[in-house]
């Protein structure tokens, strides 16, 4: 797994990569009653706005990590979005996307990196 510094994940399973939210984030969100994903088959550049995540705390976009399409989106955490803070890691990704270049991933933080970061 991939680390950023917007505390997203990102998981390379064949040719698609599979982004959610890392439990430190979870953590300090608290509990999500309302999570909005995007459109299937829509076009990202890395840095757009892409999901909202609304907690008992307060509501964040989750950023598009690379360039690339949406391919598939996890309905499960739009009808319990209380997934997100049950396994952040697991069950709750966010959506699956097909990235133009793979060699985008090297910039990000690998998971001691990342436990670094968050210190």
């Known amino acids: ?3 950023t510094e917007e ?4 998981r390379v399973e064949g040719d698609l990569v599979v982004v959610g939210i ?3 984030a979870s953590e300090a969100l608290g509990d999500v009653v309302f ?4 459109e299937i088959e ?5 840095g ?3 999901c909202v995540i609304e907690s008992v705390k307060a509501a964040s976009d989750i950023l598009a ?16 979005p209380g997934l ?26 690998s998971e001691d990196e990342y436990k670094d970061f968050i210190g």
């Open 7 to 10: 505390h997203e994940w990102l």
């Open 48 to 50: 757009d706005e892409i």
């Open 84 to 109: 997100v803070n049950e396994d952040p890691l697991g069950a709750a990704w966010f959506f699956k996307m097909k990235v133009e270049d793979m060699g985008q991933l090297d910039g990000f933080m």
């Open 65 to 80: 990590p690379v360039d690339g399409e949406i391919v598939e989106v996890n309905e499960a955490i739009v009808d319990n």
């Open 35 to 38: 999570v909005e994903l995007p």
């Open 1 to 3: 797994m991939k680390f």
């Open 22 to 24: 890392t439990e430190h």
């Open 42 to 46: 829509t076009q990202v550049a890395k």
